[in-house]
């Protein structure tokens, strides 16, 4: 008869009891999503849609609903996995470190509560993050371009496979790449 390790059951114990409190935490405060940031998702996501996009107007934008998730922040009005997801997604139209950051660990809170869309925000707000600092990005999921010449992904550092890209929702590095084709392409 195996023998158990004691090791073994309190570490898988310890992690059930940390995963109903982290639950139990967020359905005690509210099951509901918060309505507020929900339409500032939908603000985010809508300024997002016109083509080309006029930064004139939507950078302030974007940072007058990041100052409103910080403040719903510090008054504990976020709860839920959606509610993290939201305030991720805004977050991660900052426009430095500091906010990608926030995005990256809202997103993991997300995924903690158990939202299955949120680990493609997670490696998005962190290879921004990466990219922000002058590091090669990890999953792939960053473009840019200079000066009006055709977008490019990021450069993207080796270590990451594409088992792992797929784990995070995200497409493999070829068809990553082949995205970039797709950006460049005139629009109708």
Same mark, same amino acid.
């Given at each position: 008869?195996?023998?158990?390790?004691? %090791?073994?059951?309190?570490?898988?114990?310890?992690?059930? =009891?940390?995963? /109903?409190?982290? $639950? +139990?935490? !967020?359905?005690?405060? #509210?099951?509901?999503?918060?309505?507020?940031?929900?339409?500032?998702?939908?603000?985010?996501?809508?300024?997002?849609?016109?083509?080309?996009?006029?930064?004139?107007?939507?950078?302030?934008?974007?940072?007058?609903?990041?100052?409103?998730?910080?403040?719903?922040?510090?008054?504990?009005?976020?709860?839920?996995?959606?509610?993290?997801?939201?305030?991720?997604?805004?977050?991660? %139209?900052?426009?430095?470190?500091?906010?990608?950051?926030? =995005?990256?660990? /809202?997103?993991? $809170? +997300?995924? !903690?509560?158990?939202? #299955?869309?949120?680990?493609?925000?997670?490696?998005?707000?962190?290879?921004?993050?990466?990219?922000?600092?002058?590091?090669?990005?990890?999953?792939?999921?960053?473009?840019?371009?200079?000066?009006?010449?055709?977008?490019?992904?990021?450069?993207?550092?080796?270590?990451?496979?594409?088992?792992?890209?797929?784990?995070?929702?995200?497409?493999?590095?070829?068809?990553?790449?082949?995205?970039?084709?797709?950006?460049?392409?005139?629009?109708?």
């Amino acid at each position: 008869m195996p023998r158990i390790n004691r %090791h073994s059951v309190f570490t898988a114990v310890l992690v059930v =009891a940390i995963a /109903l409190g982290v $639950i +139990s935490h !967020a359905t005690a405060k #509210r099951v509901k999503d918060n309505a507020e940031l929900a339409a500032l998702y939908e603000q985010d996501q809508a300024d997002r849609e016109t083509e080309p996009i006029d930064w004139t107007v939507v950078s302030p934008r974007d940072d007058a609903r990041q100052q409103r998730v910080r403040e719903l922040l510090d008054a504990d009005a976020v709860h839920t996995a959606n509610d993290y997801s939201h305030a991720a997604m805004v977050y991660q %139209h900052a426009s430095g470190p500091e906010g990608y950051e926030l =995005a990256h660990e /809202l997103a993991m $809170i +997300s995924i !903690a509560l158990g939202n #299955r869309d949120a680990p493609w925000l997670a490696a998005a707000s962190y290879d921004r993050l990466l990219v922000s600092l002058g590091r090669g990005q990890r999953f792939g999921t960053q473009y840019g371009a200079k000066n009006g010449e055709p977008i490019r992904m990021q450069p993207v550092d080796a270590g990451v496979t594409d088992a792992m890209r797929a784990a995070m929702g995200c497409p493999s590095l070829l068809e990553a790449k082949e995205r970039e084709k797709q950006f460049n392409q005139p629009r109708p």
